[in-house]
């Protein structure tokens, strides 16, 4: 991985090798005959500054996020949904992701809005998976906190959300909902949207919901790749 200061370090370099070319050409050549090459090298200088500047100092953050473990509220009313998202820097600064904040809409335009409250460590998350029926309501592995994210970095994380009282409707029930993720970082005062998504919750996801614990409802990329690997 190349770090920002190694980069910067590059450029620093380059930028000096060029101001000894120049000074060398002033030199050893008559100043008036070369003001063109002097003119041109100041130029092409300031040109792999302003590319440079923009590919260090720049955070490029993906979010790939579209499956659902969606816990049932009554039994577990701290938490009411869990996402598992990858963050993706592909820039060469860093972040730091302070807030993650999810709305959902209904077909009607009702809205729910979540703030990220936990975090599920990746063995927790898959046996809850495997085990709908499973008494998970102290499985919650530790409060949502700040994290950095490096250049040329991806994490993934398994984040548990809490639904918000200002929200317009609070029970799930047969509907196609949209997914919008939410990023604040350190980088942006303000949310920024990032991802975003459909589910359908059909009759039979619901009775499973209403039923058990927990209900996993895999997004459209995940269902795409086990109907691949089934055909193997």
């Known amino acids: ?6 980069l910067g370090s590059l450029l620093l370099v380059f930028l000096a090798i060029l101001a000894f ?3 060398i050409s002033s030199i050893l050549l008559n100043l008036k005959l070369n003001v063109p090459l ?3 090298l100041f130029a092409l200088a300031v040109s792999i500054i302003s590319i440079f500047k923009n590919e260090l100092f720049q955070v490029k953050l993906r979010v790939l996020s579209g ?7 009554k039994i577990n009313p701290a938490v009411d949904l869990v996402l598992t998202i990858t963050f993706i820097n592909n820039g060469y600064a860093d972040t730091v992701i302070e807030f993650v904040a999810l709305k959902v809409t209904n077909s009607k335009g009702n809205k729910k809005i979540y703030l990220a409250c936990n975090e599920l460590d990746t063995r927790l998350f898959f046996n809850i998976i495997r085990q709908p029926e499973a008494n998970i309501g102290n499985s919650i592995s530790a409060p949502f906190s700040a994290f950095p994210i490096q250049p040329r970095q991806s994490i993934k994380k398994h984040i548990g959300f809490a639904w918000s009282r ?10 196609n909902y949209k997914f919008e993720l939410y990023l604040k970082s ?7 949207k990032f991802s975003e998504f459909e589910q359908e919750m059909s009759q039979s996801d619901f009775n499973n919901y209403t039923t058990q614990e927990s209900y996993y409802m895999a997004g459209f990329l995940e269902s795409s790749l086990m109907r691949q690997v089934n055909k193997l």
């Open 1 to 6: 991985m190349v770090s920002q200061n190694r």
């Open 21 to 23: 070319v120049i000074t």
């Open 38 to 40: 002097v003119v041109s």
């Open 67 to 73: 499956d659902v473990l969606f816990l049932n509220n």
């Open 166 to 175: 200002s929200s317009d409707f609070t029970e799930w029930e047969v509907e």
């Open 186 to 192: 350190s980088q942006w005062k303000k949310f920024k």
